[in-house]
C-alpha cells in the first residue's frame, strides 16, 4: 500500500508538470515520508527587433508651398522638400472625378525654383475652381497632396 501511495504521489508531480526530484525514504515501523527537492532553472533571451526605414520621414517632408491659389492671377504651387534620393518623379494632376488632367515629370537633380504646377491641364487650359489631387511617384516615394483651386 505504501508504495502504491508513493507511485500515486510521485505520478501526480511528474504528471502535472513539476520536475525535479523526489526522494522518498521509509522503514517498515514507520510512515513514508517525502522530501521533494525541485530545482529550477530557466533562461530567457530577449532579442528586440528594430526595423527602421527611413522612407516615412522623408514622405513626410514633401508638401505644396499652400493648399488653395488663384492661377487666374499668376500664382503656382511649388512642390517643396524633395530629395536627392527620390529621383525623378512623376507628377500627375487629378480633379475631384479623378480624372487626370495633367501629367508631368520632374527630373533630378531638382533646381530653384522648385518644380511646380501652373493650375494649367495637358491642354494649356486654366482649370475651374475646385478640389484637385497631386499624386507624386518616385524612388521610395508615393504621396497624395490636395489643393483647392479659387478664382
Known sequence: MRRFALGVLFFLLVGSGWTGTAVASFTPTET??????????????????????????????VRLNHNRFNPAQGEAVEILGLRPDHGDITVAIYNAAGIRLRKFTVQAPYGTPPPAWDGKNEQGQTVASGVYYFVLQGNRLHKRLRIAVIK
Not at 529550477?40 to 526605414?53: C, D, K, L, M, W
Open 32 to 61: 513514508p515520508t517525502v522530501t521533494p527537492t525541485a530545482t529550477i532553472s530557466a533562461t530567457y533571451t530577449i532579442t528586440p527587433t528594430f526595423t527602421h526605414s527611413p522612407t516615412p520621414a522623408i514622405i513626410a517632408l
